[in-house]
């Protein structure tokens, strides 16, 4: 959608009506898998972490910590259909998205967009978009908004990458 407004396209009615069908799909979808998430296997909510932890090591993107699941966390959800280029829409329960909002609000983004060396990021190999640190602070305040306001409403997250 973001793409769409980007490019100014209008969407016809129908394309509007495809578009929603398929947001509906992969909500219900989330709901599924949330539910699926909301139980507590033997051994207690410790072990339901472990659990969810071990498995979030196996997510290619995720480093299986709640600053990683702000962007690449969360459970695959519609399958290869949903894929947009960086694979399907991801859903984060409501639980996990109160680690990430917990953990952004940690995070010493100051400190740490003083210490950015774009340079070596460069040299490592790793992508960078080309913004200043002002910018960089300004973005993550609002992700930081995002997740924190999600999590005061008790909400799960969809994510993808277009």
């Known amino acids: 959608m973001l793409?769409?407004?980007?490019?100014?396209?209008?969407?016809?009615?129908?394309?509007q009506a495809e578009v929603q069908q398929e947001m509906m799909k992969l909500m219900k979808q989330a709901v599924q898998m949330q539910k699926g998430l909301a139980k507590v296997p033997p051994g207690g909510p410790q072990s339901a972490?472990?659990?969810?932890?071990?498995?979030?090591?196996?997510?290619?993107?995720?480093?299986?910590?709640?600053?990683?699941?702000?962007?690449?966390?969360?459970?695959?959800?519609?399958?290869?259909?949903?894929?947009?280029?960086?694979?399907?829409?991801?859903?984060?329960?409501?639980?996990?998205?109160?680690?990430v909002a917990a953990a952004l609000e940690e995070f010493p983004i100051e400190k740490k967009a003083r210490e950015f060396d774009s340079t070596a990021a460069d040299k490592a190999g790793i992508y960078v978009a080309k913004h200043d640190t002002e910018e960089l602070k300004e973005y993550f305040v609002q992700l930081r908004s995002f997740y924190d306001d999600a999590a005061c409403r008790g909400n799960a997250v969809l994510l993808w990458i277009e």
Do not use: F, H, M
């Open 3 to 15: 793409e769409l407004r980007q490019q100014q396209k209008v969407l016809s009615r129908e394309e």
């Open 49 to 99: 972490g472990r659990a969810a932890s071990e498995e979030l090591e196996n997510v290619e993107g995720s480093d299986g910590t709640a600053l990683g699941d702000a962007i690449l966390g969360g459970e695959e959800i519609g399958g290869d259909e949903a894929d947009t280029g960086y694979g399907p829409p991801r859903a984060l329960s409501p639980a996990q998205v109160r680690s």
